[in-house]
């Protein structure tokens, strides 16, 4: 199976909002509930920012969402902070016992 | 919470490393358990899983047959003994904790990860 096809880079201002899609298939994100998303900064432990689509974790802001529409999953970020600048990737259960990873995404705060 | 992965080195091709997660915080068997790399300028890659009891076994196509990944429940340590390395090999490897026992969903928490480097 392939990876996850997300946009390479996102941006924008304090205080704006962005989201970054996740494009797997029906095989993937479109026939399960069990897509993640991950921030990531360089160096650190990737942490959980969304699980099952769009729960989140305790102590993840409620700026932080997901969603999912076909084969698409989405993370969507309001209220953008400067502290927010990450890499940020997807994660879809695969079936048969594997994950699917996202090719990740840069988010720059203007 | 913690994951405290250890074992990363500079290995030559062909050559074997076992890498180890030592965690805390939780109860160990209760979860299952993966390791996640991620090459060197590239995203994330899943790499392989166990279930809590260790009875269980999950590879990506692209280290089947030359990883094995195992946990020592008495120890809450896991493992991955990496046989046959590549160059494509070299990433840093992640270990990662699930939120189910008997399979994996997606990973809630993360170590910092450790260096393996298989020169080309």
């Known amino acids: 199976q392939s990876a996850l096809t997300q946009p390479p880079s996102a941006s924008g201002s304090p205080g704006q909002s962005v989201t970054i899609s996740c494009t797997g298939t029906s095989s993937d994100v479109g026939g399960y509930n069990y897509v993640s998303w991950y921030q990531h900064h360089p160096g650190k432990a990737p942490k959980l920012m969304i699980y099952e689509v769009n729960k989140r974790p305790s102590g993840v802001p409620d700026r932080f969402s997901g969603s999912k529409s076909g084969n698409t999953a989405s993370l969507s970020v309001s209220g953008l902070q400067a502290e927010d600048e990450a890499d940020y990737y997807c994660?879809?259960?695969?079936?048969?016992?594997?994950?699917?990873f996202g090719g990740g995404t840069k988010l720059t705060v203007l | 919470v913690q994951l405290v992965e250890s074992g990363g080195n500079l290995v030559q091709p062909g050559g074997s490393l076992r890498l180890s997660c030592a965690a805390s915080g939780f109860a160990f068997t209760s979860f299952a358990m993966g390791w996640v790399r991620q090459p060197p300028g590239k995203g994330l890659e899943w790499v392989s899983a166990?279930?809590?009891?260790?009875?269980?076994?999950f590879y990506a196509d692209s280290v089947k047959g030359r990883f094995t990944i195992s946990r020592d429940n008495s120890k809450n340590t896991l493992y991955l003994q990496m046989n046959s390395l590549r160059a494509e090999d070299t990433a840093i490897y992640y270990c990662a904790k699930d939120s189910w026992s008997t399979t994996i969903r997606g990973f809630d928490f993360w170590g910092q990860g450790t260096q393996v480097t298989v020169p080309s």
């Open positions: 166990t279930s809590g009891t260790g009875t269980s076994t």
């Open positions: 994660c879809s259960y695969g079936g048969t016992n594997n994950l699917l």
